[in-house]
C-alpha cells in the first residue's frame, strides 16, 4: 500500500551509510516496543488500530448518524492536533469541489483554528442560516483557542435552539476526567468521548478526535482503521522491508548532512491539509533541544511558480519528501485543437494524470542535480484504507526519529512560551509579575 524509493537520494547519501544506521533504528524501535525510551507514558498510539473494537467504532459511527440528521453544517472546534488529522483526511477524501456537488452529507467546518474575529464572526453568519451541530475537541480541556470559539458557539446555539436542544447539538472529546471540558460536558450532559490519556494530540486522528469528524463527513472509519492496521503489522517487518524505518533513516542521515529543512510535496490538491497534519507531527515532535528539522510543505505544480526557485537554487539545506499518488479517481484528457495556437497538440489525447506524472519526475530529477535528495512515498490512491495507512507509517517514522535525535518525540515544551506571555498581557490572574516584566520589554 506503500512504498518508499531512495534513489533520488543516492548521490547524497550511499546505501551503505543508510545502513550504518540500522543499528540505532532497531535501538529505537526496540525503546518503542518495550515502552522504555523518551515519553513512553504516550505510546498509546503505538498498537491503536490493532486495538480499536468494533464497538468502539460503531459507538462513533452512530454519534456521527446522529449529528448528521439534525446539522448541514457540522462545527469541528479544536487546534494542533486536536483539529489537523481529522482536517487533513477529510479533504484528502472529499476532493476538490464535493462539498458542492454532493449535499447527501454535512459540510465541515473548522473553528477555534485561530483568534481571529473577521474569521468566527464570519462563521457565525453561516451559521445564523443553517442548522448545525458541534464537536469540539481538546485534550486539556483549557487550551485558550478552543474555549474562546466553544463559548462564542455554545452562546449561539443557545439562542439559536435554546438550552436544552442545543445540548444534544454538543459533542465533546476530551480527557476522561480533567480539565474544564470535561467538567462543562459532565455539567451539562453532553454526549463524549475520551481521549486516552497515553496517547498525545499529535498522534490522536485514530481515536474519536479523528475518527467522529471523519465519520461525520460521510467515510468509512472501518476502512481507515482497517489501513492503519496493515501499517502497524508492515512497519514493525525488519528494517529492508519497514517503511517507516527505511523513512526515518533516511532522513536521520540527510539530516546528520546539514538538510536541515524537508519539504513535503505533494502533486495532488487532495493532500495539502495532509501536508499542515504531517508538519505539526514531525516539527512538534522532533523541534526540541536546539535538534529538529524544519518541516515545510509545498504543492507542485503550483508552488513550482512560487518556490521553485528556491528549492532548485537556493541554500542548499533542503531535502523533499515527495507522496506520489499512482492512480486518480477521474479520467480527463487533454482535448485536440485543429488550430493548435496555443501549441498543446504535442500532448493531447494524454491524461492529465500523465501530464502531472512527467512533471513529477522531471522535477525530481531537476532538484536531485540541483543539490536537493528526493525521497519518494508512493501511494496507490487517495482511499481510506490507504490514507489510514500513511498515517500510522508517518506516527511510526516519527517516533523513531524522534528516538534517533536522542529527543523525546511526546512532549511540546516550546508550546507553553508563547500561552504564559499572552496570558500575562491579557490580565490572566497570577500572572502579575510576569505582565510587568514583559510591558517593560514591549
Ligand atoms: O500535539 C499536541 O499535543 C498539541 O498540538 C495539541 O493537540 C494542541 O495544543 C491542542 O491541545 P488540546 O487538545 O489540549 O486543546
Not at 490493532?50 to 464497538?55: G, I, N, V
Not at 487546534?79 to 452529507?105: C, H, M, P, Q, T
Not at 462564542?152 to 444534544?168: D, F, Q, V
Not at 533516511?250 to 501536508?275: D, H, M, Q, W
Request: hydrophobic content about 40%.
Amino acid at each position: 500500500m506503500l512504498e518508499i524509493e531512495l534513489r533520488n537520494i543516492y548521490d547524497f547519501i550511499k546505501p551503505d551509510e543508510l545502513n550504518s544506521s540500522k543499528g540505532n533504528v532497531k535501538s529505537a524501535n526496540e525503546m518503542l516496543l518495550n515502552r522504555k525510551g523518551k515519553g513512553s507514558e504516550f505510546l498509546g498510539w503505538l498498537d491503536l488500530p490493532s486495538r480499536t473494537s468494533e464497538d468502539e467504532i460503531n459507538k462513533i459511527i452512530n454519534s456521527a448518524e446522529r449529528l448528521r440528521s439534525m446539522s448541514e453544517i457540522i462545527l469541528v472546534i479544536g487546534i494542533g492536533g486536536s483539529y489537523l488529522g481529522a482536517r487533513a483526511v477529510i479533504e484528502a477524501l472529499n476532493g476538490n469541489f464535493r462539498v458542492l456537488s454532493d449535499k447527501k452529507f454535512p459540510l465541515v467546518l473548522f473553528a477555534g483554528i485561530n483568534l481571529d474575529e473577521d474569521y468566527h464572526k464570519e462563521l457565525l453568519d453561516i451559521l445564523n442560516d443553517h442548522d448545525y451541530s458541534v464537536i469540539v475537541i481538546s485534550k486539556s480541556g483549557t487550551t485558550t483557542e478552543p474555549a474562546v470559539a466553544f463559548r462564542i458557539i455554545r452562546k449561539h446555539l443557545e439562542s439559536k435552539y435554546g438550552k436544552a436542544n442545543s445540548r444534544k447539538r454538543i459533542v465533546a472529546i476530551t480527557d476522561k476526567s480533567k480539565g474544564v471540558l470535561r467538567k462543562l460536558a459532565d455539567e451539562e450532559n453532553y454526549e463524549s468521548f475520551v481521549i486516552p490519556d497515553n496517547v498525545g494530540g499529535r498522534f490522536s486522528v485514530l481515536t474519536p478526535v479523528g475518527l467522529l469528524p471523519i465519520a461525520s463527513a460521510g467515510f468509512d472509519i472501518n476502512k481507515l482503521i482497517d489501513g492503519a492496521r496493515e501499517s502497524e503489522r508492515i512497519c514493525k517487518l525488519e528494517f529492508e522491508n519497514n517503511p517507516s524505518d527505511l523513512y526515518a533513516s533516511a532522513r536521520y542521515a540527510l539530516y546528520r548532512k546539514g538538510k536541515v529543512i524537508e519539504i513535503f510535496a505533494t502533486y495532488n490538491s487532495r493532500l495539502i491539509y495532509f501536508a499542515e497534519w504531517w508538519k505539526q507531527l514531525f516539527g512538534e515532535s522532533e523541534g526540541k533541544d536546539g535538534k529538529g528539522i524544519f518541516p515545510a510543505s509545498v504543492n507542485f505544480t503550483s508552488d513550482l511558480h512560487s518556490l521553485g526557485q528556491l528549492i532548485q537554487d537556493g541554500c542548499r539545506n533542503i531535502f523533499e519528501t515527495v507522496i506520489s499518488v499512482e492512480s486518480y479517481r477521474h479520467t480527463l484528457e487533454l482535448p485536440e485543437d485543429e488550430d493548435d495556437i496555443d501549441d498543446l497538440n504535442f500532448i493531447s489525447g494524454k491524461r492529465l494524470g500523465e501530464i502531472n506524472k512527467m512533471a513529477e519526475l522531471g522535477t525530481s530529477l531537476a532538484h536531485r542535480e540541483g543539490g536537493v535528495p528526493v525521497i519518494n512515498i508512493k501511494v496507490p490512491e487517495i482511499s481510506e484504507l490507504t490514507i489510514g495507512f500513511i498515517i500510522y507509517f508517518f506516527e511510526k517514522a516519527c517516533a523513531v526519529s524522534g528516538y534517533l535525535n536522542d529527543v523525546n518525540p511526546f512532549d511540546q515544551p516550546g508550546v507553553e512560551a508563547y500561552k504564559k506571555n499572552m496570558f500575562a498581557l491579557l490580565g490572566k490572574p497570577g500572572y502579575e509579575d510576569l505582565a510587568e516584566i514583559i510591558k517593560s520589554k514591549l
